[in-house]
């Protein structure tokens, strides 16, 4: 990015974030500090309340296993962030419940201003919306306006506001695509590594923001190396928010959604899985006898809180769920001329996608 003065300040911002989701982790209790029969409490009490006041959860593959399998066992949904957002419009539910981070709320809010969307807790956010403020973030904008403004869908409404698409990482390299095909430029933020995946894979000319996934970005290639000789018939699926480096490896790169159908379909028995951990519970669920292995990151689960696991993510449970519907607290407010802007890009997304067949890129 080419204005060093709005990386210190992100990387700042972001310090100061990381430390408030530390803190939260150590305060909050753990999920399975609640025995089964609590859970099992919890969740008819949920039931309940979610069938009188019309509510539907809609899940990230990154949430606790029993968000998800509580969202499908009540008509909701586990997803994708594009599907996620999909789902929120199309359901008649009167109140969407969001499970995963803010930006995943308040998307479904701009596209259902109508429905009141809550969340287990509005303190989930993301590294990418962290280090992509609007105060910085516009002035960029302003000073390139030749280029076309594609944001990846983890920024906040204000930032979507001020774009010409919004895409997921499902939907991001045919988008690109389409728009090199009108001979555009394009201005990409927040996620540097998916942007640098998106300009070398489509070659459009683009500019990229300098912002990364604390997740992701912990992934090593040479550690994924060593791993690939220990398993070597094992195919390896990264997200693309990971490093080019890692990238490099991968025999199939996409979103949650195409890795969990690359899992499906690829012949190879033992599969290296470069993203969020919360993914295994699909993944062995609908690939049972395959063999899932996570991808080596930087630390391990004694020396770091987000090796292969969104803190951020790891914020929501049914409980909070619970206190968050009965009281009607945790609600998603976007501000109204900020959602009518955001609308505009996220419609263009929701459009091309039922256009366009999306692929999963790959060596398979
Ligand atoms: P997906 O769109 O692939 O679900 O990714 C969302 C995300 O936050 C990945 O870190
Ligand atoms: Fe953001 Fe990374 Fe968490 Fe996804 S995994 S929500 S990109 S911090």
């Given at each position: ?33 609640l025995?089964?029969d ?5 969740r008819?009490?949920l ?23 509580f969202?499908?066992?009540t008509?909701g ?6 599907e996620?957002?999909?789902?929120g ?8 419940i ?12 701009i596209?259902?201003p ?7 807790t ?13 105060e ?7 000073a390139?306006?030749e280029h ?14 001020r ?5 997921t ?5 045919d ?6 095909e ?19 894979t ?10 990364a996934?604390?997740?992701?970005e ?6 994924l ?8 018939e ?7 928010e ?9 025999d199939v ?25 919360g ?17 080596p ?6 020396t ?5 696991s ?8 049914l409980q ?5 519907l009965?009281?009607?607290?945790n609600?998603?407010?976007v ?5 009518e ?6 419609q ?17």
């Amino acid at each position: 990015m080419s204005d060093g003065n709005s990386t210190v300040s992100s990387q700042e911002n972001l310090a100061a974030d990381l430390q408030v989701v530390r803190d939260y982790l150590d305060r909050a209790a753990e999920p399975d500090a609640l025995s089964p029969d609590q859970m099992a409490g919890i969740r008819i009490e949920l039931k309940g309340v979610m069938q009188e006041k019309n509510a539907r959860l809609v899940a990230h593959y990154y949430t606790d296993p029993a968000l998800q399998e509580f969202a499908e066992a009540t008509g909701g949904f586990v997803g994708d962030s594009l599907e996620m957002a999909r789902f929120g419009r199309e359901t008649d539910a009167d109140i969407l419940i969001v499970a995963g981070v803010r930006f995943m709320g308040e998307s479904a809010k701009i596209l259902s201003p109508d429905k009141m969307v809550l969340m287990p807790t509005l303190e989930a956010t993301c590294s990418l919306d962290i280090a992509c403020p609007i105060e910085t973030f516009a002035p960029f904008c302003d000073a390139h306006p030749e280029h076309t403004v594609v944001v990846y869908a983890n920024t906040s409404a204000a930032v979507k506001a001020r774009a010409d698409w919004v895409v997921t990482s499902s939907i991001a390299v045919d988008v690109v695509e389409h728009l090199m095909e009108q001979g555009k430029k394009v201005l990409w933020a927040p996620d540097k590594h998916l942007g640098a995946y998106i300009q070398k894979t489509t070659g459009a000319d683009m500019l990229l923001w300098d912002a990364a996934c604390i997740v992701h970005e912990e992934f090593k290639a040479r550690g994924l190396q060593d791993m690939k000789a220990v398993y070597p018939e094992a195919a390896i699926l990264a997200h693309p928010e990971s490093p080019a480096a890692v990238l490099e490896l991968a025999d199939v790169i996409g979103s949650t959604t195409q890795i969990i159908k690359a899992a499906q379909s690829i012949p190879n028995r033992q599969i290296i899985v470069a993203t969020d951990q919360g993914i295994f519970h699909k993944l062995q669920q609908l690939a049972p006898d395959k063999e899932f292995i996570v991808a080596p990151t930087a630390g391990s689960d004694a020396t770091c809180r987000s090796c292969a696991s969104c803190p951020w993510m790891g914020m929501n449970s049914l409980q909070a769920m619970l206190l968050s519907l009965q009281e009607g607290s945790n609600e998603v407010v976007v501000d109204a001329r900020l959602a009518e802007q955001a609308m505009v890009p996220l419609q263009r997304m929701l459009d091309f996608a039922a256009q366009n067949q999306l692929k999963v890129r790959g060596k398979a």
